[in-house]
């Protein structure tokens, strides 16, 4: 059976001489796994298609539950992200978070539109890393079902709380007074709060589009963070080159 597919090329692994082993978050299949035959060759037509972190469009053949890639036309090769290792490194951990809370042959468009835009966004530096990282993280964690109460403080209801703090547990912005174990507990202030509530409501193509200050970032961008690693409840290699490196 032959199927044609936009994917986002999430991983690539070399296999025996000259194939790669894709992992694709696509459009209408969801995240799959698939070879890629020859795509290494210095002939190959594959070869920009099944690079990773490239959008592509795929003719896939799929046979027994298996998928292997047999034409492939190069959509976003977002460049900018290859001419600087900070950019790349903050690309590949994008993908490395996309796999890791994407579901198996489930599509998921917000998902993806989520990995495009925030790719798109780095590769031409729309915005500072960590204000891009930051709303890549929150986004994501409202995606799959951690979605922090930013409304109001859950324990006196102020809409604008006192110190606001984010809660890694009870996800969700309470006063510093109101939050008794702070513990767990990111300290943010009437930017990163701002900021933080924009990420959670705004368009999905309007992600990006908000302005905050250096201080106000570095508390959303350390809330952010932490907030996705808890809930993620691992840790991610890329993350930790990125910092190394940026």
């Not at 031409?124 to 403080?153: D, T, W």
């Not at 309470?174 to 507990?185: D, I, N, P, T």
């Amino acid at each position: 059976m032959y199927k044609t597919v936009k994917a986002l090329v999430l991983r690539e692994v070399r296999y025996k001489e000259a194939d790669r082993i894709l992992t694709l978050l696509t459009d209408t299949e969801g995240k799959i796994s698939a070879r890629a035959r020859g795509a290494l060759r210095k002939s190959s037509r594959m070869a920009a298609a099944t690079q990773q972190l490239t959008w592509s469009e795929l003719t896939l053949f799929g046979n027994k539950g298996r998928w292997s890639v047999n034409e492939g036309t190069v959509l976003e090769p977002f460049d900018g992200l290859r001419n600087d290792v900070a950019a790349l490194a903050l690309g590949c951990y994008f993908a490395e978070c996309l796999e890791a809370l994407s579901v198996e042959d489930q599509p998921d468009a917000a998902l993806l539109q989520l990995g495009l835009n925030s790719l798109y966004a780095a590769a031409h530096a729309l915005r500072p890393a960590e204000q891009i990282k930051a709303a890549f993280e929150l986004r994501l964690m409202c995606l799959s079902g951690y979605e922090p109460n930013v409304a109001a403080c859950p324990v006196c209801g102020r809409t604008e709380p006192e110190e606001p703090m984010l809660s890694m547990e009870d996800g969700a912005v309470f006063c510093r007074g109101c939050r008794k174990a702070q513990y767990g507990a990111a300290a943010l202030c009437g930017g990163s709060l701002a900021a933080l509530r924009y990420i959670v409501s705004a368009p999905a193509r309007q992600l990006f589009s908000f302005q905050i200050g250096d201080k106000p970032l570095d508390r959303l961008a350390g809330a952010a963070e932490a907030y996705f690693l808890r809930k993620a409840e691992r840790g991610f290699a890329t993350l930790d080159y990125w910092k190394k490196v940026r």
